[in-house]
């Protein structure tokens, strides 16, 4: 048995104390909208936060290797194709990339934050070991090498 908004069986008492057939005012609120624009930027959101992350376009190379979570308090370093280091999004003139790793100051149990190294996948191979030594002489134990998701299914 179905019943309206309006009051159904009860309904009746309720007309009879407004009046002559008077309407009610409408004293509920269509949230349907206001879900469906929500979903949409969420949707927006998890699509470009990723995007908005990699700040230095590099040509990464590609693995078949799982994701890593991601950790708020890391710190990326770059190094572009022509051999410039980035620090998050700044570029360094060469030496500096010691100094700025010196300044980063180790977390509440003493040890230094998770390092993100983006590499350009034509990049010498001597060069990205130069910047993990600086990495590894300046504290940093923890370096996760960032690659490109592979689209080949296999060998």
Do not use: C
Not at 32 to 59: E, N, R
Not at 142 to 152: E, P
């Amino acid at each position: 048995m179905a019943m309206g908004s309006s009051g159904g069986m009860s309904g009746g008492g309720r007309r009879g104390r407004r009046g002559r057939g008077g309407r009610a005012p409408m004293a509920e609120i269509n949230v349907t909208p206001l879900v469906d624009v929500m979903l949409v930027l969420l949707i927006i959101f998890m699509v470009t936060a990723p995007l908005l992350k990699a700040a230095v376009p590099i040509d990464l190379p590609d693995s078949r290797a799982s994701a890593t979570n991601d950790e708020s308090d890391q710190l990326t370093i770059s190094i572009k194709r022509d051999g410039t280091v980035f620090y998050e999004e700044d570029a360094l003139a060469p030496g500096e990339l010691a100094e700025r790793l010196a300044a980063v100051p180790a977390g509440a149990d003493g040890k230094k934050p998770q390092v993100t190294l983006r590499a350009d996948k034509a990049l010498d191979y001597g060069r990205v070991m130069e910047v993990m030594g600086e990495l590894n002489h300046a504290g940093f134990t923890s370096i996760a090498l960032v690659t490109g998701v592979s689209g080949g299914s296999g060998r």
